[in-house]
Every structure is written in C-alpha cells, then in structure tokens.
C-alpha cells in the first residue's frame, strides 16, 4: 500500500514509478487504487498493463473488498495506492473507508510518502504523528517527495533516524515530476493521449531514486488469502452499449464485469465519433467532462437524434453524472451553452463549488437497478448543479447522506432512463443484475 500524509504528496506518480520498477525486474503487477476514484486508476493501468480495481468499503463492503483483491490478483506483486491522507476516511470521528482501514483489512504493508519540501528536522514529528496515531499503524517505510539537496536528504535522514522505519525512497524536488491537473484532480488519460508518454517518463525518472528491492522484501511479508477459482461469464442473454471515449470514461472496471457476469455482452460506442448506438438491448453513459468538449458532443446532432430516439422507444438507459449532463437539455459552461439530447427538459450549468460526498438513498420509485423499499450507497463529485427542474419530475431516490440533484433527491426517471448524479459500485449485490433483468424484459417486447 502506498498511502501519503496528504493528498498531492505524490502518490500517483509515485505508484506509476513503483510499478514500472518491479515491472522492469520482470515481474507483473497489479494495481489498485483505495476510494472512489475514476481518473488515478487510469494512470496506474497505462504503466500495470491491466485495468486498476477501486477498493472502497463505503461502497463495498469488507467482503467485497477482500473478494475483489483475491479474485482479481494474478500478478507477481500488487500495488495499492491510497487516498487522501492516510487516516482520511468517512468522518473526522473514525478511519471508516480511510487508506489505512483498507490496508487493515488486507492486512497490507504500507510504504507513507512525505513530503519534505519547506522541512528538515519537523518531518521527523510528521512521521512519528502517523506511526503511533494509530494502535496499529502497518507502515513499514518511507518515501521522501521533493528533497531539495543532498543537505536536506541527510538532516531528513538524521531526523528520521530514531524511527528504525526504512527509508525505501528520496526523490529530488522537480517541477518536470508533476501531473496536469483540472477542477476535479489529474487530467484523465483517454482525454489525452500524450498523457500516456509524458506517465512513463515520469514514472522512468521516479523510479531511479526509489529502492525497488527493499519495498518488494516489504512486500513479500504479507499474510495471505485464500485463492477463489475464476469465475466463467455466462451465456449472453443482452447486449449493453456503454458510451466510452475522451467525453465518457468514468468506469469502474467491476461494473462493466458485473454487467458481464449477468450475462451481458458489451458493446462500446463513441457519442463523439459514432453516429448511432450499436444494437443493443440497454445503454450506459458513465461520468466524465462533458462540458470541456462539449462542442464535440453538439456537433453530433446524429448521436444526440438516435439516442433520444432510443430513449422514447423504452429502451433501459442508466447514466450518471457526466452521463446525466449529457442527457439534459443543454450544459452552460461559463460563457457557452452546448446542445444535448433533450431526454430531460432542464439546463446542466456549470458551478464553482465542488459538491464531494459518499451518498446514501432509499428507493423511493421502482427503477431500472433496484426497487422500492430498499436503500444504496455511492458517492457524488461534480461542479454542475441543475435548473429549471420541471415541478412534476419524478425521482428514484431520497438521499439521507448527500447532495443529489435537488433538495436530496437524485435519480431522475423519464421513459425507461435513470439519470443521476450518484456514482454506483456494482460489488453491491442486486444493481447489475436489475439492469441486466430490465434489459432482458425489453429485448422480450
């Protein structure tokens, strides 16, 4: 586990550079990334070579969690970033869904990254602070971010020294090291694909000044789980089109599994390029930046046609977030205002505050992924709010926890859509099944 004493200590780039070291000894790795987090697992998996898996107990559970790391570990080592700062999780009061709740119940190594610049000797009162906040801290080395000379690395070391906790990694204060960020963190990957080369660069020269050997003796000492046999998809009974290019890319890779393991078969469609959804019995708009090309998007009138087209025929739609801009009438994004589909009478407008939660609803209308009465978690990170709401719109969800789109209620629901701004993990029992199951009904009609 590489976890930090912030955010934006480093830990991305940092996990990039661990993962391109152990991968140049020639070993596999794995990767995952603890939170809710669609953008860092992007970066991991251009330099891991598979997709990253999101662990988060919020969103799925201690069983999940360790379901999810065995069924997905076929690699010589794993590598799980962190979030936030290491003890940061649902409440001020608890380490609940924290980096360090995760690392407890994998019972991982945990390797801190500090960042030493504007330090020297204080870094020493950081470290101790995070070794013994916690009765079990599980950190068993240090990596130095941002070491301004060989003078700071020594009175760094010096300070450190009476710790007896390794320090596996300095790397030098570089404004080269850094990644490109925008209103919600790094930049994703499919929006860029430079991005790809300027990822391995960074995690080649990173690399050199982090001891690969010792974190992976580190490594070595875990406890270990039992091995489940790999699960065989089923017959496809339903083709699913999940839109999925540099406007959507917000996807945990469980879900479209889950969708699959329903029996689902997927199908990737572009509402920037393509014309028309492929055929399919469902559709899947995740999150993403709708707004940032949202020229792109109005321009294809087309796409917009086909699946509004689509929407009023029946067709089971699920969206969230950037999905649910993009089925709204237009998105105001500071001095523009692009055209979208129209499915939902009511204008996207981009805002200046970050509205970040966990959620938490009851079903309060029959929808496509569960039913009345019944309660589910997500999260919410989003800078647009809706106007214009009709009055007699009607809605899935009633939000104990969370924003939503208005007045705590989330889930908009027009012909067979759900729209919302709610993020859902599938590791939770029930939603992809109920997708997949509405998607049968229609391909029955």
């Known amino acids: 586990m590489l976890a930090g004493t912030t955010s934006g200590v480093g830990k991305t780039s940092i996990a990039c550079a661990i993962i391109h070291g152990i991968k140049k000894k020639g070993y596999s790795v794995q990767s995952f990334k603890v939170g809710p987090d669609f953008i860092d697992p992007s970066y991991l998996s251009s330099l891991s070579g598979k997709p990253t898996r999101n662990l988060d107990p919020w969103l799925m559970g201690s069983t999940g969690i360790v379901t999810s790391f065995v069924k997905n570990f076929d690699s010589d080592f794993s590598i799980i970033e962190g979030v936030m700062g290491y003890y940061d999780g649902f409440s001020g009061e608890s380490n609940y869904s924290s980096t360090h709740h995760v690392a407890s119940i994998l019972k991982t190594p945990v390797i801190l990254v500090l960042d030493a610049s504007k330090t020297a000797r204080s870094i020493a009162a950081t470290a101790l602070g995070f070794v013994k906040f916690h009765k079990n801290s599980r950190i068993s080395g240090f990596i130095l971010n941002k070491i301004g000379s060989k003078k700071h690395e020594d009175l ?35 929006e860029q694909r430079q991005l790809q080369s300027k990822i391995s660069n960074i995690a080649k020269t990173m690399s050199d000044f982090i001891d690969i050997n010792k974190i992976m003796q580190i490594g070595n000492k875990v406890s270990s789980f039992d091995v489940t046999p790999k699960e065989k998809n089923p017959k496809q009974k339903v083709s699913i089109a999940i839109a999925l290019d540099e406007s959507f890319n917000f996807y945990y890779q469980d879900n479209l599994d889950a969708l699959k393991k329903e029996g689902a078969k997927i199908e990737f ?20 930046f709708p707004e940032v090309i949202g020229s792109a998007l109005e321009k294809n ?58 959620t938490k609803a009851s079903i309060v209308n029959d929808c496509l992924i569960a039913k009345a009465p019944s309660t589910i978690q997500g999260h919410e990170f ?13 809605f899935a969800y009633d939000l104990s926890i969370g924003v939503g789109i208005k007045n705590q209620k989330d889930g908009l629901m027009q012909h067979n859509t759900l729209a919302s701004y709610m993020h859902m993990h599938f590791a939770r029992p029930g939603i992809a099944r109920n997708f997949v199951q509405n998607c049968i009904k229609y391909s029955r009609r």
């Open 156 to 190: 760094c070391r010096q300070a450190l020294s009476f710790l007896k906790i390794p320090i596996v990694g300095v790397i030098p204060r570089n404004t080269g090291l850094t990644m490109e960020s925008r209103h919600l963190g790094l930049i994703p990957v499919y």
């Open 269 to 288: 469609f572009s509402p920037v390029s393509d014309v028309k959804v492929p055929a399919c019995d469902g559709i899947y708009i995740g999150g993403g």
């Open 301 to 358: 009138s087309k796409m917009q046609k086909n699946i509004k087209t689509l929407a009023e025929s029946g067709i089971p739609i699920y969206a969230e977030c950037g999905g649910l801009m993009y089925l709204t009438r237009s998105i105001d994004y500071g001095s523009k205002k692009f055209k979208m589909v129209g499915i939902f009478d009511i204008t996207t407008k981009m805002q200046k505050r970050l509205k970040l939660n966990y």
């Open 382 to 394: 989003h800078f647009s709010e809706l106007e214009s709401i009709p009055k007699d719109s009607k």
